[in-house]
Structures are given as structure tokens and as C-alpha cells.
């Protein structure tokens, strides 16, 4: 099937786009409470100008397939004694799960994380059940940490999550 995309900065534009595939409780299931179900136009805006606002302290890409955006990835450097690593964060439009995009997009956004911030380590911590994102971890080469159990709270359960990470030299820049 065609996997066919490209990485760019977030505009105000993609607003509509974003919307309409962010509003699909199957995307919002595995991701923090702050990205909403239901999901309106106003919260695309805002966090678009969020993205727009941060692009020189982190780096968070539009995933656009056929000229829309229909997801996004991240890498989110941290603060204070954590500020030598970031965290990953993605998520794809449901119309183009299964097609190796995410597992391509993360290989990008990752070797261009490690080149423009002075960070040794991302990691994601990821739902335990949600074995999509697990397997696009693992194809990218992080390994699994360990699992935080009984870690998370969503939509009325509590469940595991698994710590992965990449260090800096795992990767060919
Ligand atoms: C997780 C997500 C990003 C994956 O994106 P994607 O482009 O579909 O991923 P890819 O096609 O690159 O790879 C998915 C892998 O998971 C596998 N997979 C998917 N569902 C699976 C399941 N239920 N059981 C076992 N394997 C599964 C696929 O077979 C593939 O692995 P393979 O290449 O070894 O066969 C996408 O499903 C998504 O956006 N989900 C909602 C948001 C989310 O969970 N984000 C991550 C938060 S940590």
C-alpha cells in the first residue's frame, strides 16, 4: 500500500485537516487526556500556534499524506536534570494505520532530534496494550526499559506502560 508522506513544520492551514482526523476516539485512546475526544477546530488552532510558537525548542512535525496533515511526531526535549534527553510522541490519521508510515516517520524525526539538540536519549513510555506504537518503537531499534505497572489512568482503566528508549550513539546520523 502507498506510504507515501513528508515531514513539515505545522501551519495554521492545516487546522481543518487536523481536526477532522484528531476526532476519532480510536486515535485519542492510547494518548494523553490533553489531546481531546471530542476534538474541535479550536484545538487544532491552539495547538498549532503551540507548535509554531516552540519550533526553535522542539521539534514537531506534520505528517502530510497527499498534501494534508494527517498526524503528527515529535521529539520534546525536557527540562532541568532531564534536559540531556526528550520524549517521542506520535500519532497517525486511522485511514493510513498499517502501512509502515509511522515506523518511517519516527526513523526521520529521531535521527533529526539527535542532530539538532544536544540530547543523548529519547524515550517514549507507551501503553502496554497498544502494540502498534510498541512495534513502531522496536522496529527504530529503542529497547524496552521496563514496565510501570499499574501506571495509567484512561477513559475508566488503569493499565501498564513500557518504557523504551534510543540513546544517541544506537543511531546513524
Ligand atoms: C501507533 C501508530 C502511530 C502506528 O502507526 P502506523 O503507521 O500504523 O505504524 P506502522 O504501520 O509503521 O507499524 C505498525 C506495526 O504494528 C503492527 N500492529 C498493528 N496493530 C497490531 C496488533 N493489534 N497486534 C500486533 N501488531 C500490530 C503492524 O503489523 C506493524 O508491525 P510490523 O511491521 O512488524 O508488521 C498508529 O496506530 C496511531 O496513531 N495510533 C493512535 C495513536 C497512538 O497510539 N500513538 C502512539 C502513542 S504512544
Redesign the pocket.
Known amino acids: 500500500m502507498e ?1 507515501h508522506f513528508i515531514l513539515r513544520p505545522w501551519q495554521l492551514s492545516d487546522a481543518v485537516s487536523l481536526a477532522r482526523y484528531a476526532n476519532d476516539p ?6 494523553r487526556d490533553r489531546f481531546p475526544y471530542p476534538y474541535a477546530l479550536s484545538d487544532a488552532e491552539s495547538y498549532i500556534r503551540d507548535c509554531i510558537a516552540k519550533e526553535e525548542t522542539q521539534l514537531c512535525r506534520a505528517i502530510v499524506i497527499d498534501g494534508e496533515a494527517a ?1 503528527s ?1 515529535g521529539v520534546f526535549p525536557r527540562s532541568d536534570i532531564y534536559r540531556r534527553t526528550a520524549e ?7 485511514p ?11 526513523a526521520e524525526i529521531c535521527r533529526e532530534g539527535f542532530r539538532r539538540f544536544d540530547i543523548v536519549r529519547i524515550d ?4 502496554a496494550r ?10 527504530n531499534g529503542f529497547t524496552l526499559e521496563g514496565v510501570l505497572r499499574r501506571n495509567v489512568y484512561k477513559r475508566g482503566e488503569i493499565l501498564d506502560s513500557c518504557m523504551y528508549s534510543l540513546l544517541r550513539e544506537e543511531v546513524s546520523l
Do not use: H, P, Q, Y
Open positions: 506510504n480510536d486515535v485519542s485512546l492510547n494518548l498526524g511526531v517521542l510522541g506520535d500519532w497517525l490519521a486511522k493510513f494505520w498499517g502501512r509502515g508510515i509511522m515506523t518511517a516517520a519516527v517514549a513510555e507507551i501503553n497498544n502494540i502498534a506504537s510498541r512495534r513502531v518503537v522496536e522496529k
